[in-house]
Structure formats: C-alpha cells, structure tokens
C-alpha cells in the first residue's frame, strides 16, 4: 500500500486508499451553482417520436415520475445483475471504500474513473456507467460527430435522493450530513445519446436543454471528434457559443476501447448463433488487437497499447452503404425498419447458392455446402425480374448478410497479415444486432478455422465519443491502470 501510496503520489492521483479502521472523509463539493434542468414537453416528444436511444431517465418531466422510474430502474437492475452487485460490493470493500482522499495539485476537477462499472441489465445496450468514486463535480460533455451519427457521452452526478427538496441550498443538496461534516453524494453515471448528423440542431437543442455547454468555467470548450469536428465548429459557436477542442478520431477510438476493455466489466463479447456470452479480458494479455470500427466507413487499427496503434486498413463498404443502398432498394424510412425488415427476410430469394449452380449439390472437395452463399444478389441477374419483384425483406437480408460478411472476411484477412488473434468490433452499424454479428463471427471462424475470434462491445457505437471524453484528462487510463493493480479482482462470466 505504501508503495502504491507512492506512485500514486508522484502520479498526482485521486486516491481512496482502502482502510477498514479510516471513517469516511470525502472531499467537501466546492460550492458551485448547479445547472438545472430544462426541459419542455414538446421537447421530450421531439425525441421521442425521432426514435433516439435516450436514456430513459432523462425524459421525465416532473419529479414524481422522474421519482419511480429511478426506483423501477434500480430495482431492475437489482434483479438483473445481482451478481455483478454482489461482486462490486466485495471490491468496494476491498479497495477504495473508505479512506482519506489525496488530491492532485490541480485545482481543475478531475474525473476518477476508478470502479467504473455498467448499470443495467445484460441485454440493455449503450448503458450507463456508474463512476462510483467521482467526488469532484465534472461538466463534462464530449462529442463524436460522424458521417451518419453524432455521438454524445455526458456525465451526470448522482442527484436522486435530494434534488427535490427545494428547502437545501445548493451545497446542502449534494451533501449528506453525520457527526456534523458535510460529505458529498459521491458517484455519478456517463450518459450515452446519438442523434443523426443530418439532425444536428436537434443534437445542438438536447445540449442547450441540459446546458452541457456550460463547463467548469466560462471559457467552454467541448472536446469533439470525427469529421464533424471540423465541419460543424463554426455552427458549435453561432449556436452555443463554445469552441470545440478537436480530437484525433484514431487516436479516440483507441482510448475508448482500450478503457471499455480495461475498466468495464461484462462489456466485451462473443456471438454465436442467436447466443452472447462474455468475455473476461486479461489486461496483461489484452495487446495486440484488432479494432474493426464499422462506421459509414470501417477503419481497421491495430492496438498494440495506450495511445500505440497503427490505423492498418480500411474498407469504403462500411455502414453507409448498408443503410444507403438499403434505402434506396427497400424505401425505407429508418435504419431500424431496414435492420427489421432482414429479420423477416431470405435470402434464397436473390443471392445465388453454390446449390443453384451445382444442381442442389454441395461442391464438397473445396469445402463448400449447398446452401453456400456463392454469389451475393446473383439471383438478380434474371431477366424477368425488377425490383418490385423482390421483397424488401429479402434485399435487406442479402444486403446486411453480404456487408457484413464482407467487413468480417477482410478483417481476419488483416489479423492474419498482423497476426492478431483478437478483433474487436465497434461503431454503430453494428448495432447489437444479432444477424449482424452472427455473420461477422462465422466469417472471422470460418476463414480461420477457429483461430480467431470476434469480440463485440456493448457501448459499440461510443467508443471515439468515449475517447474524446477522456481526453479532458490525458493520463487518465495511465491512472486507471494503476488503480487496477490492486482494485482488480478475479472474476467468472456472470
Ligand atoms: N439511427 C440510425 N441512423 C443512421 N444510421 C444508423 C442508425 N443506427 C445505426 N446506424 C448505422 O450506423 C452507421 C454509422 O455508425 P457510426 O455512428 O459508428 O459511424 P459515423 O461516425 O457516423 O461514421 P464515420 O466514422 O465513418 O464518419 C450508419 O452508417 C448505419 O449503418
Ligand atoms: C473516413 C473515416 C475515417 C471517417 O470516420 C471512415 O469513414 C473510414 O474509415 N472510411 C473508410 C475509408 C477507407 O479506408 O477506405
């Protein structure tokens, strides 16, 4: 511990050192006004009815019934992680509950990213993350604004218990009182939102609504990346009147994963036939990885550590061209109704099987069955059909089944070239679907004869948000690393 103390020190880390005999003293809140939050109805409904993934939590309008869904929200995630809780609770004992904080020199607030962890349940996708240990009172928002989708990480703090008793001064409110100290509500939770980029005023009115702009200062500066970054900083300042600091894209993909796989528990996982299971990372054993971000486009990195990849290929036939040419065959209205329609698609009807060619036949001696896609859309070529005579359901299986082969088949052909085991896909045309990641698994099998494996993260789509987040504080994986080094336990699959 003394040694930890020490690193920690010349680190200038936030530290909870673990003592079971130290009372609780967490650092008093500056006092600091709190930004309230606005909202309208119709505002709520514009979100609503624009189908955006909103953490439910946020869409409430008065405190009453803001009240019962924390509750109905907690109590789900009681019954739905109750292991998780069980083994969260046994590390918190262990290792940073209690204790005496050591503050870094700065006096700007630092984000603690220690025992971060996913509320909700297993199949809830782009969860919160509870940051437990957070005691300084961040304004953090971070953005990645995207050819497609404008991605948006915030951080919360924990306010359930007191922000509806109007009689508290702001002090009082994010403070609980024994032996007459004033403690703060330790914790807070980072949000997870996405707007489309062709929307983006809506995106520009959801922040002013919450005043995420307003940071720790009045100089407010947003770290933003993707290409939207540059596109859009001039509208960023007209609008909200802030700057946006940019943010390398690779550099922030990177360092989102690498804190998912690092700090996240039941966040990583494999797809097999309908079936997710996760999986436990090893962080000694965590590089070389491949990092597949299908986005519009798809960037293929190879991560050797913090902040250390190489962006090692690419391909054009990314999530745009599913959404893009799926519109424009199918009409429909949203990328939902596309993915939907596959679901109740098949494709017999208009790819071409290595059975229609070898007469119902498998052409075994090169290890090929019958029911072998050889020819994505090959069934098209009929002269007596048009496009109406397909079903859109169909030519959107075919589609989604062909991209996603496709981002599969190139990926293991560029782990094989590196010769990396592990890939880890993101961005948001994976969308937790499963054909999608089905498919792309049996590519990465199939092609390696089970050498290698696809791994897919819950928080897919955030990862250059996340890494945008976290470049508030450059360090701060370094620091999570070593607060890993004595808060990490051993654990199974849940
Ligand atoms: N609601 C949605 N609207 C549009 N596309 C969606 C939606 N949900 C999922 N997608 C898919 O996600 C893709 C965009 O993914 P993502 O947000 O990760 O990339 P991006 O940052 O917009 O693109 P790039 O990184 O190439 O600039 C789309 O091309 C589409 O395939
Ligand atoms: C251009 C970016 C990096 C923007 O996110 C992405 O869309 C992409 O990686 N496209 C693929 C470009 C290529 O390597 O062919």
Redesign the pocket.
Known sequence: MHRLYEIMSKRNVNLNIATNQQPRIPKILQSKTQQTEVFTQDWCLGIEES?FDIDLLDLTMDGMKKDQLVVEANNNINEDTSNITEEQDTEKEMVHPVGYSIHRSSSRPQLDLSGAAIQGNFEERDPIILLPNQSDDISHLAL??????I?LVYFSRHEDRVVNDKNKSTEESFSVFNDNRSFPILGGRLHFV?F??AKINECLEFIHSKQLHRGDNDNAVIKAT??GAYKFADLFKEKLGVVIEKED?MDCLVAGANFLLKAIRHEAFTHKEGHKEFVQIDHNDLYPYLLV???????MIKVDGDGKFQRVSGTNV???T???LGRLLTKCK???ELLELSQRGDNNAIDMLVGDIYGGLNYSKIGLSASTIASSFGKAISENKEIEDYRPEDISLSLLRMISYNIGQISYLIALQYGIKRIFF????I?GHAFTMDTISFAIRFWSKGGARAMFLRH??FL?ALGAFMSYEKHVLDDLMVHQLVERNPMGDP
């Open positions: 189908n990645d604004i995207g050819g497609s989708l991605k996405k489309e980029t993707g290409g894209e971000n299908i986005g519009s486009g798809v960037s990314g999530g745009g599913y959404w893009g949203s990328f939902d993101g961005g948001f045309f969308r897919e789509g250059g």
